[in-house]
């Protein structure tokens, strides 16, 4: 496939996963379900599920086992759809891991404990996912959900931004087709230098300025050695998970 095409991709990979042995995760995490009138699953809820997956991800390096308390069976399964391992909510599980939770919206949290939570602010727009899924795919949303700025912060929807996310999203998979087989000039240094930066942001919490690294990295590249496009594969499979994997099956075929 040398066009970037996410209804493959996410085809592709949500049926490569589904029929992988689905290990049980040490790593729990939970975020809720913001009630909503739509039947369609709204930007607010699906931006908590990336951002509990994220977080988990970066955590742990593992895809997280969420519990999405308050969902019912329909929105565990679109959930689902989106690769976002969920289950039910279960009081009587052992304390989590990891909390995403919306500060306004505390009521909603049962008595539970977590190791470490995170309180975040408002998407402040329900819209249907059903309206962006067919243009911009599940790589594009979460990186623009966490390209804004802070989780803490409250946001709006952007179509500029989100037509930025769409269009790095692209430029990574033409900078993918155009790998080289030999090594660029200093770019252990580089790379070193971009995995340390990369890590110190997201230990901080600011997966938006990890992202930019990442792109600051990459600004005036027109290609990528096997070993670079290796390591930004890597560093974008918590952003970019589809994507990621791809990019990594055409260096290592699975």
């Keep these: 496939m040398s066009r ?25 995490a939970c975020t809720v379900y913001i009630p909503q009138e739509n039947p ?11 951002l509990t997956d994220f977080f988990g991800v970066c955590a742990s390096g593992v895809k997280p086992h969420i519990q999405w308390i308050g969902a019912g069976e329909e929105r565990l399964n679109q959930a689902l759809s989106f690769g976002i391992q969920v289950a039910p909510f279960s009081p009587e599980g052992t304390p989590y891991d990891l909390g995403i939770f919306p500060r306004d919206f505390t009521y ?19 819209t ?22 802070p989780p803490t912060r409250d946001y709006t929807l952007s179509w500029h931004s989100l037509a930025g996310a769409y269009r790095f999203i692209q430029k990574i998979w033409e900078l993918g087709q155009n790998r080289l087989t030999g090594q660029n000039s200093g770019e252990g240094e580089a790379l070193a230098l971009l995995q340390f930066r990369v890590a110190q942001r997201l230990q901080q919490k600011k997966p938006h300025t990890a992202l930019a690294a990442i792109m600051g990295f990459l600004r005036e590249k027109d290609s990528l050695s096997v070993d670079e496009l290796h390591v930004v594969a890597n560093l974008l499979s918590p952003y970019a998970p589809f994507l990621s994997a791809e990019l990594l099956s055409l260096i290592t075929p699975i």
């Excluded at 970037?4 to 729990?28: C, T």
């Excluded at 369609?40 to 990336?50: A, I, K, P, Q, T």
């Excluded at 909603?108 to 329900?126: A, H, K, M, N």
């Design 4 to 28: 970037y095409n996410h209804h493959v991709l996410e085809k592709k990979w949500l049926a490569n996963w589904a029929q992988s042995p689905q290990l049980e995760q040490e790593f729990m």
């Design 40 to 50: 369609s699953l709204g930007l607010e809820n699906l931006r908590l599920l990336m």
């Design 108 to 126: 909603l949290t049962p008595s539970i404990v977590c190791t470490e939570s995170i309180f975040c602010g408002r998407f402040l727009d329900s």
């Design 128 to 149: 249907s996912v059903a309206e962006f899924l067919p243009d911009f795919g599940l790589d594009a949303l979460r990186l623009f959900f966490l390209f804004q700025g």
